[in-house]
């Protein structure tokens, strides 16, 4: 994600012009068509800056509708900045369980208890300011720029992206979207809603230009869209690839229904987690003392992971393990561990 509008190099490429009536059409259709969701509230409201940065926290890699869940629990149990940042971090892992990517959780933790000590509990003014927050990069750097203070400014995302590389029909890759922006900016920002541009633009391309089967005869950019015009349709983006992995999975577990687990074993998408004995599988050969127990498939972003695990009952177990409680002690532990326990339960 990357959005700064600053600083643009304006020489040597071509300018690309967008309408002027663009971002009208868009807000006419946002206000028409836009989606209730939880953290859109008034500008007005003290709830604001509270609810903006837990959302852009939690919609980092992560679909809406499994946000929405998350965030009415988080601001049913908190209901304030200033409450949210007195928690510790496993209150708030505890919170975040299940909803994956935990790192977003501890830097959330970590940039609302700066906001509230270091800026009094206002978000700072500058973009450069906001990116000193901790897990906070130029997309939500520029977002919470623009939603709380109203700067005309835009969050590029991947769904903003492509209604840009749609309308102009270019592939995504041949726009520098932060020169089209500065270029275009006196076309963009032709009202005083940007903080609704911002939203407008994202919820435009979820909804309408989407990735599959955009919903071209609904569209109200349709009469200046290059893309519906050309017969020769540019594919604005390429294909996330998908990642093959297979992995070992060995358990140490017990007669008490117990399974060891350490943080010292870790996987690329999951650090700093209780974890079973994990290897990447290089060959066949498994030491007879383990037995296996079952393959089974785990998708995780876009790593499509085939796990073949493994059981041994023992009682003693290395140093850095400690038993866990198959039916007990799933606080702070990953889904993907979950899944583990759920398979090892069936030996009992």
Wanted: aromatic content about 12%.
């Amino acid at each position: 994600r990357d959005t700064s509008v600053t600083g643009v190099q304006t020489c040597a490429l071509p300018i690309l012009h967008l309408n002027p009536s663009l971002s009208k059409k868009i807000l006419a259709w946002y206000d028409n068509s836009k989606r209730n969701l939880p953290w859109r509230v008034s500008k007005k409201s003290r709830k604001r800056l509270y609810y903006r940065l837990l959302s852009e926290f939690m919609l980092q890699q992560t679909q809406v509708k499994t946000v929405i869940p998350y965030f009415k629990n988080f601001t049913k149990n908190y209901k304030s900045l200033e409450s949210l940042s007195q928690i510790s971090e496993k209150q708030i892992l505890k919170l975040w369980e299940g909803l994956g990517y935990y790192r977003r959780a501890r830097n959330l933790l970590s940039s609302v208890k700066l906001i509230v000590k270091k800026y009094n509990s206002k978000l700072p003014e500058t973009v450069e300011e906001i990116k000193k927050l901790p897990g906070v990069g130029d997309y939500t750097a520029n977002a919470l720029l623009g939603f709380i203070y109203n700067q005309p400014t835009l969050a590029i995302d991947g769904n903003v992206k492509r209604v840009f590389a749609r309308y102009l029909n270019k592939n995504q890759t041949k726009i520098n979207f932060e020169r089209l922006i500065f270029l275009n900016k006196k076309n963009l920002f032709i009202t005083n809603r940007n903080s609704d541009l911002i939203e407008a633009l994202m919820e435009f391309g979820a909804l309408i230009c989407k990735p599959k089967d955009p919903k071209c005869s609904q569209c109200c950019l349709k009469k200046s869209c290059r893309y519906l015009k050309s017969p020769k349709k540019v594919r604005t983006n390429k294909k996330k690839k998908i990642k093959i992995m297979d992995y070992n999975i060995f358990c140490y577990v017990n007669k008490k229904k117990q399974i060891a687990l350490t943080k010292k074993n870790k996987i690329s998408f999951l650090k700093n987690f209780n974890l079973p004995l994990i290897k990447k599988m290089e060959n066949n050969s498994i030491n007879k003392d383990w037995k296996f127990l079952k393959n089974y498939k785990n998708s995780i972003s876009n790593l499509n992971l085939n796990i073949h695990l493994y059981y041994k009952f023992s009682n003693k177990i290395p140093k850095s393990y400690k038993w866990y409680s198959l039916n007990r002690n799933k606080d702070l532990i990953p889904s993907f561990t979950k899944k583990i326990f759920n398979q090892v339960s069936s030996l009992f």
